[in-house]
T-cell receptor
Framework: NAGVTQTPKFRILKIGQSMTLQCAQDMNHNYMYWYRQDPGMGLKLIYYSVGAGITDKGEVPNGYNVSRSTTEDFPLRLELAAPSQTSVYFC??????????FGSGTRLTVV | DQQVKQNSPSLSVQEGRISILNCDYTNSMFDYFLWYKKYPAEGPTFLISISSIKDKNEDGRFTVFLNKSAKHLSLHIVPSQPGDSAVYFCAATRNQGGKLIFGQGTELSVKP
């Protein structure tokens, strides 16, 4: 039972490039989330989804997009990478909002 | 607007002693509070939680206290062990199933 799997673990992007951070869970959780963690700032919610086909903005959605075509997958898209998006990104899932399970994170550097 | 605040970025404690991590919140609508533990290069893992109808919840060496009037909660670890060295995040939500709002984290170091 893999839980929440995030790929890649590390990535360096140039300013203006785009990329997709992948997140998959195998626990049949209906809720999924993307957080970013910046030093001294804790985890900030970027986007979340309460089920396939439903997504909503969190605290810091600007510069990101998400989609939820299946229960298992919740990719996060960066269209025009900026240095301010340098961060560690965590995907999480839960059943009805209870019992969050986090992935191990993607460390992204934009140069 | 930081709705959940952990004002101590770091804490150092001797093995065997008590560790006390503090957390304050501003939103009186929060009714469920959680503590997560995070090791380097790993995602946060759930540690303990408390509902606003309680003022204390205990699980082994870990106890969380909630003071609703002060909008303050604390995590006590007794006795502290070197393996407890990690970053601890406080989180809050409404209706238990709502989105989690996290504090900034406190890095605990337990020295042998």
């Amino acid at each position: 039972n893999a839980g929440v799997t995030q790929t890649p673990k590390f990535r360096i992007l140039k300013i203006g490039q785009s990329m997709t951070l992948q997140c998959a869970q195998d626990m049949n959780h209906n809720y999924m989330y993307w957080y970013r963690q910046d030093p001294g700032m804790g985890l900030k919610l970027i986007y979340y989804s309460v089920g396939a086909g439903i997504t909503d903005k969190g605290e810091v959605p600007n510069g990101y997009n998400v989609s939820r075509s299946t229960t298992e997958d919740f990719p996060l898209r960066l269209e025009l990478a900026a240095p301010s998006q340098t961060s560690v990104y965590f995907c999480a899932s839960s059943y009805e909002g209870s019992g969050y399970t986090f992935g191990s994170g993607t460390r992204l550097t934009v140069v | 607007d930081q709705q959940v605040k952990q004002n101590s970025p770091s804490l150092s404690v001797q093995e065997g002693r008590i560790s006390i991590l503090n957390c304050d919140y501003t939103n009186s609508m929060f009714d469920y509070f959680l503590w997560y533990k995070k090791y380097p290069a790993e995602g946060p893992t759930f540690l303990i939680s408390i509902s606003s109808i309680k003022d204390k919840n205990e699980d082994g060496r870990f106890t969380v206290f909630l003071n609703k009037s002060a909008k303050h909660l604390s995590l006590h670890i007794v006795p502290s062990q070197p393996g407890d060295s990690a970053v601890y995040f406080c989180a809050a939500t409404r209706n238990q199933g709502g989105k989690l709002i996290f504090g900034q984290g406190t890095e605990l170091s337990v020295k042998p």
